[in-house]
């Protein structure tokens, strides 16, 4: 038992992790319990300038003559195969879309498998080659693994745990703290596709439906917007937890406030149709194959075009911008014309969604 | 389905993966099925230098000034806590050994958290705190983190994967491949410590045991071999599969004979006791805190002297050496004069023991 135990058990105000709490899916969700946990159980042992930047990947100095972007993900979803991807492509998407995140070029690849005994080989098979062909397109190389076995009902199929290293690119600066009052709101595209293509592959909607989820590799999309501007403040993928979550996020890193406009918000008609049969709210559905990002207002329109010239960013729009007021708040102006506070995901949604 | 798949599905010789073959416990062994999982599963599809290179971690060329390492490992190990370590410490120095194994010096951790529901936080807090003492005492910061939960049942308490990344010691130019003829073989320290600790720690052992696992950082021991000899050729950690299966691999890789001395074996009491009357051979047994080296014999003294001088490296002893002949094979020359090939670990022996 360390001193650090002892401070970490000694915190007082402690919003809700006690002494006898148990981890309950909540904290798995991408919303505020997640965050407590990671702020609890995780950031006052770990604490480094690194980490406390909070974004997806850590860029770390070091005494080479570039700075890394270093990431990892867990991936956990189910089922393993669903419409448009599959835990390989979902594992090798994850990670490279977090390092680019943050301006890096992703370069190289971790893959950490945990097999449940019984397995079909062919269903690892599967994966593996999709992983290989995420990984190409992306561009980067898998250049270390490790597998572990456990026993039959001491996992789920598989888990597949992914980090990546990246280069930053020379004189960019991007970080969830970055957003300026003004910048123009960026969204790559439509919400909550990924999301509700793991619902329907649960077989949960209750229709039929051709929904396929949007994982896919962003870092060329990236490498597009960052050669259009280098006004580009904030570069973020909504995934668990949704849009809502990932702005709240800014908001808060920024100390800004972000107002969205409803009516620019897209959404697929089998998005809407399901969150509406299903209670859900798009806002925080998660994407796999999205990003949303700050960037100089002057700067809006070139990185829409350049963004509209490549493949996941056809569907590019202005959502919203970036205020001075309300700090650390995320409002909606709805189609109605009234506004309302859009919080981050509170407690579980859709559990292993990714 | 891609091209790769099919390329995969249509190779041929495959000695033991068909299309219908199950994951069984023996593929996470660390023995020959999970060398064949590798090959068949992994290497066909993944396949470039870093990997083929067979090494515990990757060293990537890139436009830096300065080769990285980097490594992961996905720890599953059961239980959790074991006398002299916990899952916690074990991921953390299992990715910093693999780094350092490379002659790098291993700066940023990653880690994924696999998180079963209903983990009492306490649990979590404890190995939080283990995973950062470890960091500190091996000088490594973790600058990234992810942590997924699923539901109970869907796995055993936690699971970490941890990826490291390291800078390669200039001039430094080592791997599994270079072994020479002559080399000194030389062992950090008593072998099987840890195998036998966890099994006590699941009360398979019929008696009570003062073992301690052996896991711990070797990078400060790894620096002080570096600094007295620039001839080292090999630094491998003999863990699951054992010493027996890490000398196989190196024999393999460098095209070598390796010829070791059973007398001078350093083993445990209590793990020579726990050996005969389990029936295992401390050669298979799991360590996380030794090193296994190949070195010029003519500095070999030197870096004995050096490695007694730490912490971790202070039973060192010259086990054997490299020979010409016979190619690819380990040799044992046993207390009676005779000797006995030493094949690698076949199939199963202690799940989940790291």
Redesign the interface.
């Known amino acids: 038992?360390?001193d650090?135990?002892i401070n970490?058990?000694g915190a007082v105000c402690a919003p809700s992790?006690?002494?006898?709490?148990?981890?309950?899916?909540g904290?798995?969700?991408g919303g505020r319990m997640?965050q407590q946990?990671?702020q609890k159980?995780?950031m006052s042992?770990?604490d480094?300038p690194?980490?406390r930047a909070g974004d997806d990947?850590?860029r770390?100095e070091?005494?080479?003559?570039?700075n890394?972007a270093?990431?990892?993900?867990?991936?956990?979803v189910y089922p393993l195969f669903f419409p448009g991807g599959d835990i390989g492509k979902l594992a090798v998407c994850g990670t490279v879309n977090d390092v680019a995140m943050l301006g890096a070029k992703p370069?190289?690849l971790?893959?950490?498998?945990?097999?449940?005994?019984?397995?079909?080989?062919?269903t690892?098979?599967?994966v593996?080659?999709s992983?290989?062909?995420a990984?190409d397109e992306a561009g980067v190389?898998?250049?270390?693994?490790?597998?572990?076995?456990?026993?039959k009902?001491?996992?789920?199929g598989l888990?597949i745990?992914?980090?990546g290293?990246g280069?930053v690119r020379e004189g960019v600066s991007i970080s969830g703290a970055n957003a300026k009052d003004g910048d123009a709101v960026i969204l790559s595209g439509s919400i909550g596709d990924h999301g509700i293509a793991v619902l329907a592959a649960r077989g949960e909607l209750g229709f039929q439906s051709s929904l396929q989820s949007d994982v896919a590799p962003l870092n060329h999309l990236i490498d597009a917007i960052l050669d259009a501007s280098s006004n580009v403040h904030v570069l973020r993928d909504p995934t668990r937890g949704g849009l809502a979550t990932t702005l709240n996020e800014i908001a808060t890193q920024s100390n800004m406030g972000i107002l969205l406009n409803e009516e620019t918000l897209p959404v697929h008609p089998e998005v809407a149709a399901a969150c509406e049969m299903l209670g859900f709210d798009p806002l925080y559905i998660a994407n796999e194959g999205k990003l949303v990002m700050m960037v100089a207002r002057e700067d809006a329109e070139k990185v829409l075009a350049a963004m509209h010239a490549t493949k996941y960013g056809e569907g590019a729009v202005i959502i919203g911008e970036v205020t001075a007021e309300p700090r650390g708040r995320v409002l909606l102006k709805t189609a109605l014309g009234s506004t309302r506070i859009v919080d981050m995901l509170a407690g579980e949604m859709l559990?292993?969604i990714?």
């Open positions: 038992m360390t650090e135990t970490i058990e992790l006690t002494h006898n709490e148990q981890i309950v899916m904290h798995g969700a997640s946990l990671i159980a995780f042992a770990f480094n690194a980490l990947a850590a770390v070091s005494n080479l003559h570039a890394l270093i990431s990892t993900d867990a991936h956990v370069l190289y971790t893959a950490g498998f945990i097999l449940e005994e019984g397995l079909p080989m062919e690892l098979r599967q593996v080659a992983m290989k062909s990984a190389q898998i250049v270390a693994g490790d597998t572990k076995v456990v026993q009902g001491k996992a789920d888990y745990t992914t980090a290293v280069v559990p292993r990714c």
